[in-house]
T-cell receptor, first 113, second 114 residues
Framework: GENVEQHPSTLSVQEGDSAVIKCTYS??????FPWYKQELGKRPQLIID???NVGEKKDQRIAVTLNKTAKHFSLHITETQPEDSAVYFC????????????WGAGTKLIIKP | IAGITQAPTSQILAAGRRMTLRCTQD?????MYWYRQDLGLGLRLIHY???????GKGEVPDGYSVSRANTDDFPLTLASAVPSQTSVYFC?????????????FGPGTRLTVL
């Protein structure tokens, strides 16, 4: 079955700098890759997603890139701000798992003032 | 519009007791999910339902059961709770079509089994 690995587990960056979180997946049939943000004590919320027919997607300071050959996708946050501090989860979905999301373990992003 | 709600917010339960976690959504989403989230780990799928009347097993279904009698409700039952079931439980829903659908999460239930 699908396996998703996420790195790093913790990332600390200076406010204003960029942050990059990377996920690798095992099943080449996976075709949908969302990223969720979970603030402390809150519920996860979708921030951006990408489908396998697209290599990159941007939404203001957030972007996701997908490399299907290498089976990895990354979240890029530019000009980080204190409100970006949270745990970020990647996930992968494919038809073989009946479209259920397989989740990475999460990355705790800390923005230093 | 409430979106998706869960009850109770938190619960302390003696081992061996039966417990039902409730989840209700008013978005008319056809798909619903139950996850558990343990400290330092990601979200692990327990059970899901792609439409009312059907359910499926996720990654960690043992010790849990679900039912989906209607579109709005998706209760999760622990028949005989064990300490390893101590976790935060999230219910989610989505407008399932053919995959790639946003999942909307409830606020979570913090369960402690002693």
């Amino acid at each position: 079955g699908e396996n998703v690995e996420q790195h790093p587990s913790t990332l600390s960056v200076q406010e204003g700098d960029s942050a990059v979180i990377k996920c690798t997946y095992s099943d080449s049939a996976s075709n949908y890759f969302p990223w969720y943000k979970q603030e402390l004590g809150k519920r996860p919320q979708l921030i951006i997603d990408i489908r396998s027919n697209v290599g990159e997607k941007k939404d203001q300071r957030i972007a996701v890139t997908l490399n299907k050959t290498a089976k990895h996708f990354s979240l890029h946050i530019t000009e980080t701000q204190p409100e970006d501090s949270a745990v970020y989860f990647c996930a992968a979905e494919n038809m073989d798992s009946n479209y259920q999301l397989i989740w990475g373990a999460g990355t705790k992003l800390i923005i230093k003032p | 519009i409430a979106g998706i709600t869960q009850a109770p917010t938190s619960q302390i339960l003696a081992a061996g007791r039966r417990m039902t976690l409730r989840c209700t959504q008013d978005m008319r989403h056809n798909a619903m999910y139950w996850y558990r989230q343990d400290l330092g780990l990601g979200l692990r799928l327990i059970h899901y339902s792609n439409t009312a009347g059907t359910t499926g097993k996720g990654e960690v279904p043992d010790g849990y059961s679900v039912s989906r009698a209607n579109t709005d409700d998706f209760p999760l039952t622990l028949a005989s709770a064990v300490p390893s079931q101590t976790s935060v439980y999230f219910c989610a829903s989505s407008d399932f079509t053919s995959g790639g659908d946003t999942q909307y999460f409830g606020p979570g239930t913090r369960l402690t089994v002693l």
